[in-house]
């Protein structure tokens, strides 16, 4: 609850304190200038001024420089500083108002506020006459508007409401003077022509008598040459920003064409030309479009121009305002305002809302106001007018003048200053007062004399150099000016300075283990000591650092730090700061702590080949003991972590920064990174490498397990266990399938694309069933072909349900290794030779997609002679037309044979 209403009081605190300050008028609103409808259905004027200041100010307004009197007329109310009028009228009411606010502290004037009516009055009833011209002539009709503050639009109608000219190049409307000119008179301009003009604030329209158009009978007007009716004036004025527009129109037969140009330069980018290019509209001009402007017109019987000089103003714009000031009787003041504008603007200077007049203390130049040796009278509201021809700016500020006796901060009054011997002693007098005080020290009774070690200051402090213990006791200053005086008493004590000794001053230490620092003050028996120990020039904050370190206070003249199972981040110097009331003192110790290596630098691979990476690393942070050695470590989607790999050299120093690890797996991912290790122990790793990957090589691991699977008649299904992507070696990695009957001499060769394949099956409508077949698996990828499995025997398929003991040797195949031996895989229990590791395979799948691979023949053994291996059912040649009974116990005697002769 309490943390809810906490801002509220703070807000309502800060704005009590700030409305007690008390302050002069300041404008939060002046007036506006006000154009005021005459047929306004409000029927009343309201004059805007609002304004802050402390006392709160009260409300005048001024009709032309003169004072209102509210009384003097009913239409008129104020309330709190806005003034309003009812039933407004243009005679009495119209003209110049300012608003003038006052307090204790001055008066101030707003700027001035134009108040005009808005209305339009209504043409003479009195009939026009009929304007007679020839064919070809040129003719003007004339206007003449009806009073009508502030502005209007002309058009005009022809022969009947709501019939209007429509101009083009012959005929043009003057927005400037409202008539109507025809260059060249047609037969079809004779009728009657009214004008129309509206006011743009109230929008009422009225329309004058008509006047006759008509041709006269005594022939047709001949050719002449240009005459300009209409153009701006020689010097056009414009407000900057605004948009201006210059008319150019000509009499002529034939109609004379108008064009445009700018003496001595461009007609500007941004210009346009309306009604025919009667017109030259230049928008938002700026001081750089000023120059001499020409309009020429021309036909073929002549040109006539004008030139008119466009001049750009700028109202007066502040660059430097006042600022409030204060200042003590008899300083000077100097104010300075700085406005721009086109023309320059002149400077004036009200005060209270009056104009300033010099005088012989009050000089007022170019802005510059100067008032020399101020006194009371010239406190009050100061205002600097800027002006020039096109408008007025107004700056103002408070000026206080300071009248009062001296005076001394509560907590000044009396103050007592402890320092050690030899040093320097300051005791400050600053007291307040206006005018500013003079200042005077005495040491008890007598007048303090000035000398090499004792001065006082500018700014009225007193300074003792090298203090001893004669300038020991009680310093009075006195501050005094015409109002009053007054007086602040310091006592000075000189003690002896205070010494401090810490121990050890330096030692080495190896991460885990601890020291105590001993801290120990010799200083004077009446001053209190308090210890601050500090690591790296930083305040030790005991709470936040694990409980490593703990300060001690055994006695009250000597501090222990203890710092327990140090770590690598609390070596460094170590400060002890003793602090008395008097002075200051420091030490500091060194701790040197020896750890494990930090981290090498960022590990670059810059060689890498199928089965070796080069490695480069910067040094690691030996942390005060020699690195022995560097561990390289690599990490790829096949390890289980992070392993370290074998390196040449062998063993990695601790001054090299290069080493090659090898016996990588080809066309593998790997990241690297490296170890340092020195005597205290092993270090953190290395950020890693980026990944990279070996080149490809020719895959040197062959397919394992393989052996026969069951399947239909006529198939020779053959199954093996996939080369792990690990030991592919590259991309476009296959197997290649090698079969042969037993007993021939030509492989068949089959390629299987598919990496992850399991299984061949190989169909013949000639083999019979149970036919042995000397089978090996061998692999490849696209740097070329890889090593062959060991040869098996296994058996074609025998098809459908077979319940005779032969059926299941199918399922039993039989090796050659590479020393002749052989063996059976398959079920059944039996030593297996060295080095195989049997497995049932698991994968039922169909065969993958095969591609033949070279010629079916006879194929010469690596030995020179047809390898051969025998199961039962399968044996010679001679043996395949023995019955069933008799290849199964063929078979069951060769298997005897391999149990007991292994």
């Excluded at 005048?60 to 500083?81: F, H």
């Excluded at 009411?93 to 608003?99: A, E, F, R």
């Excluded at 700056?395 to 300071?402: D, F, G, R, T, V």
Aim: contains cysteine.
């Amino acid at each position: 609850m309490a943390a809810s209403w906490k801002p509220i009081l703070f807000l309502s605190v800060t704005w009590c304190i700030s409305e007690s300050v008390d302050y002069g008028p300041v404008f939060v609103q002046e007036p506006d200038d006000i154009i005021f409808p005459t047929d306004s259905e409000e029927k009343k004027v309201v004059l805007n001024c609002e304004v802050r200041g402390n006392p709160v100010p009260t409300y005048r307004w001024l009709r032309n420089g003169t004072e209102i009197d509210l009384e003097s007329d009913y239409r008129y109310s104020l309330i709190d500083g806005t003034f309003i009028i009812n039933d407004p009228t243009e005679a009495q009411d119209s003209g110049l108002y300012q608003c003038l606010a006052t307090n204790t502290f001055g008066s101030i004037l707003s700027r001035e506020a134009t108040l005009q009516f808005a209305y339009l009055g209504n043409f003479s009833g009195r009939t026009r006459s009929a304007v007679s011209v020839r064919e070809g002539q040129g003719v003007v009709l004339m206007c003449s508007p009806p009073p009508h503050p502030p502005e209007i639009v002309y058009s005009w109608v022809f022969n009947e409401f709501p019939s209007f000219v429509v101009e083009d190049s012959r005929r043009f409307i003057s927005q400037e003077t409202g008539n109507l000119y025809i260059s060249k008179v047609q037969t079809s301009d004779v009728g009657s022509y009214i004008c129309l003009v509206k006011n743009t604030v109230t929008n009422a329209r009225v329309l004058s008598p008509p006047t006759p158009l008509t041709l006269r009978n005594d022939g047709v007007m001949g050719e002449y040459e240009p005459k300009i009716e209409v153009h701006f004036p020689p010097t056009v004025t414009a407000a900057k920003g605004t948009t201006v527009k210059m008319e150019c129109f000509a009499l002529g037969n034939p109609v004379p064409t108008i064009t445009w140009m700018k003496v001595n330069g461009y007609i500007p980018s941004k210009s346009r030309l309306r009604k025919s290019q009667a017109v030259l509209e230049i928008p938002n001009v700026q001081l750089d479009d000023t120059g001499m402007y020409e309009c020429r017109a021309e036909n073929s019987r002549g040109k006539n121009s004008f030139r008119g000089q466009l001049q750009i103003y700028t109202y007066p714009h502040w660059v430097e305002k006042l600022n409030d000031t204060q200042l003590d009787s008899g300083s000077p003041l100097r104010w300075e305002c700085k406005a721009t504008g086109k023309p320059r603007p002149t400077y004036r200077w009200l005060k209270n809302g009056v104009p300033l007049m010099p005088q012989s203390r009050v000089d007022m130049v170019n802005g510059v106001l100067t008032i020399h040796n101020v006194n009371q009278s010239d406190a009050g509201m100061y205002q600097c007018l800027a002006e020039n021809k096109y408008g007025a700016i107004y700056a103002s500020a408070e000026l206080k003048i300071l009248a009062s006796a001296p005076t001394f901060a509560m907590n000044q009054l009396k103050k007592t200053i402890i320092v050690t011997k030899d040093r320097e002693v300051i005791i400050d007098c600053k007291p307040q007062g206006s005018p500013k005080p003079a200042i005077s020290w005495r040491k008890g009774d007598k007048a303090v004399r000035e000398n090499k070690r004792i001065a006082i200051l500018p700014d009225g402090s007193l300074r003792i150099l090298n203090a001893s213990k004669s300038d020991e006791g009680k310093y009075v200053c006195k501050g005094e000016n015409i109002f009053g005086s007054a007086e602040l008493i310091a006592s000075v004590a000189v003690k002896e300075p205070t010494r401090i000794e810490l121990t050890p001053k330096r030692m080495e230490l190896t991460v885990g283990e601890s020291v105590v620092l001993n801290c120990k003050a010799l200083h004077d028996a009446s001053l209190d000591v308090t210890f601050y120990w500090t690591l790296k020039g930083q305040p030790i904050d005991f709470e936040k650092e694990g409980g490593h370190f703990e300060s001690i206070r055994a006695q009250a003249s000597s501090a222990d730090l203890m710092i327990r199972n140090i770590l690598l981040v609390h070596a460094g110097r170590y400060g002890c700061r003793v602090q008395t009331t008097a002075d200051s003192v420091s030490d500091e110790a060194e701790l040197l702590v020896r750890g494990p290596p930090g981290p090498p630098g960022i590990v670059i691979v810059e060689e890498i080949t199928e089965r070796t990476a080069t490695l480069s690393w910067s040094p690691a942070a030996d942390n005060h003991s020699p690195i022995s050695s560097y561990n390289l470590q690599a990490r790829s989607p096949f390890s289980l972590g992070w392993q370290t790999v074998k390196t040449v050299p062998e063993i990695v120093t601790g001054d090299m920064e290069s080493a090659m690890a090898v016996d990588l797996n080809a066309w593998v991912e790997y990241e690297f990174r490296v170890v340092a290790t020195n005597p205290i122990g092993t270090g953190d790793p290395s950020t890693p490498s980026r990944m990279i990957r070996t080149n490809e090589a020719v895959p040197k691991t062959a397919p394992t397990n393989v052996s026969g699977r069951s399947g239909r008649r006529h198939e020779l299904v053959i199954a093996w266990e996939p080369v792990s992507e690990e030991f592919q070696n590259g991309e476009g990695f296959g197997y290649i399938v090698a079969f042969r009957p037993n007993g021939t001499r030509g492989w068949k060769e089959k390629m299987v694309t598919s990496s992850e394949a399991s299984k061949f099956i190989y169909r013949d409508e000639s083999v019979p069933p149970l036919t042995p077949f000397e089978v090996k698996v061998g692999v490849y990828n696209n740097k070329g072909d890889g090593p062959f499995s060991q040869i098996v025997v296994i058996c074609s398929a025998e098809g459908g349900q077979c319940l005779h003991p032969c059926c299941c040797m199918q399922h039993f195949s039989t090796y050659r290794d590479s020393s002749g031996s052989e063996g059976i895989a398959g079920g059944g229990k039996r030593r297996q030779p060295k080095e195989q590791h049997m497995e049932v395979a698991k994968d039922d799948s169909e065969g993958e997609k095969v591609g033949e691979r070279g010629s079916e023949g006879n194929i010469q053994g690596a030995d020179g002679e047809n390898s051969q291996a025998r199961v039962k059912g399968s044996g010679s040649t001679g043996e395949r037309g023995l019955p069933c009974e008799s290849k199964v116990i063929v078979a069951t005697m060769r298997m005897l044979v391999i149990l007991v002769f292994p």
